[in-house]
């Protein structure tokens, strides 16, 4: 049986992952705002993902017959000075949750809470890719950051995201 104190750590995980489509949202706004479409499609289809990852905690919740308790979600940040701005931001967002996730790991030592621990090595896996994608994204743009014509480039390849 699920304890009270993983259902409280889960839903808190929840709020975390409904704030990470919130930013990303922020983010491909922020982008449809000026000329990067491409980016701005990137990061919305980066949202779409936060919110598959929420649905997966909000169903595990329910599934183990506990209630899902939504709370406040933050605000997020809404303007940058230049889209490699946007993407450290992405992938510095990223890290914080791949230690979100670790922290959760770390409350289920000695809780033998296995079907739990199984959702959360998902999670844990899921976090390396996420952070190789924006990571990946942040080497493309580092050196052509005041080059426009190569970052309309990288605007056009991430345009392809699906």
Not at 15 to 35: D, G, H, P, Q, V
Not at 74 to 103: D, Y
Request: a negative charge.
């Amino acid at each position: 049986m699920i304890s009270k104190k993983i259902i409280e750590a889960l839903n808190g995980q929840l709020n975390a992952e409904l704030y990470s489509s919130y930013l990303y949202l922020s983010m491909s706004a922020y982008f449809e705002s000026t000329i990067f479409k491409g980016f701005a499609h990137w990061m919305k289809c980066q949202s779409e993902e936060e919110n598959i990852h929420t649905s997966k905690i909000y169903d595990f919740i329910i599934a183990q017959g506990a209630r899902v308790n939504l709370t406040a979600i933050e605000k997020p940040i809404s303007e940058w000075k230049t889209p490699l701005a946007v993407f450290k931001a992405g992938l510095n967002h990223e890290k914080k949750v791949t230690g979100l996730i670790n922290n959760l790991i770390d409350k289920l030592t000695g809780e033998k809470d296995y079907a739990t621990n199984n959702l959360l090595q998902w999670f844990a896996t899921e976090q390396v890719e996420e952070e190789a994608s924006f990571s990946e994204i942040v080497k493309t743009l580092t050196p052509i950051e005041n080059d426009v014509d190569e970052i309309i480039k990288a605007d056009n390849q991430l345009s392809k995201r699906s």
